[in-house]
């Protein structure tokens, strides 16, 4: 991420926030993190199969509000292999997603 300092602190994180976006060329050049790649993956398994969070974390024996926020990127290796026994897939299928 690229930071700037101003006196004008609205420009330092404006300039953030165009950095990051997905409009900005620049952007593309930038890798997304494996963690939020990965939750993006989890997510289309999950709306392909039409359930909902709260659904998807009961079946993957976690708390709903840790399984958003594994959609977000926030995930421990521990609770991956739930998330795939939950959502019917193997490891090496949520990977290949990512």
Avoid: W
Avoid at 9 to 15: D, K, V
Avoid at 70 to 95: D, H, P, Q, T, Y
């Amino acid at each position: 991420m690229v930071q700037i300092h101003s006196p004008r602190p609205f420009f330092s994180l404006s300039f953030m926030l165009l950095a990051t976006s997905p409009t900005n060329p620049l952007s593309a050049a930038m890798p997304v993190d494996i963690r939020i790649r990965f939750g993006r993956a989890i997510r289309r398994i999950r709306e392909a199969q039409k359930i909902n969070q709260e659904e998807a974390a009961e079946r993957c024996g976690l708390h709903r509000t840790y399984y958003s926020g594994v959609e977000r990127g926030n995930v421990s290796m521990v609770n991956i292999e739930k998330i795939a026994r939950g959502l019917k897939k193997s490891l090496l299928e949520l990977f290949r997603r990512v």
